[in-house]
């Protein structure tokens, strides 16, 4: 939980990013968290970009990346505007999560379906 009250220190206003990935399971304690994966929306996004950099298409704040874009999303800001709040942070939804997993289609995803599906029929 180290990497989370890292993310709430940079006192991100919670409407304009959200975090992605593998978040919903990391904040639920299923899985180790090893990194942050966020999607900004623009205003936030040029704002971090300015003070931190940026290296393309993602800004690095430590073991918290920062994307503007997410593979198979047309409308990042709609994902942000959906998000699941848990312990006060913005999560992007299971769905997408797991809509988003099942395209990736990696190996580790697999056990991530399967929990976020369990997940899913719990809430």
Partial sequence: MELVEKLKKLNLPVNSFAIFGSGQLCIRN???WRDIDIIAKK???DELSKKYGDKGHKIEIGDIEIFYDWPGFDNIDKLIDTA???EG???VNIENVL???KERNHL?????I???ENIKKII
């Fill in 89 to 91: 942070l913005p999560f």
């Fill in 30 to 32: 299923l899985i180790p």
């Fill in 43 to 45: 205003d936030l996004w």
């Fill in 114 to 116: 399967m929990l976020l």
């Fill in 108 to 112: 580790k995803d697999a056990k991530h």
């Fill in 84 to 86: 699941d709040f848990i």
């Fill in 99 to 101: 809509k988003w997993k």
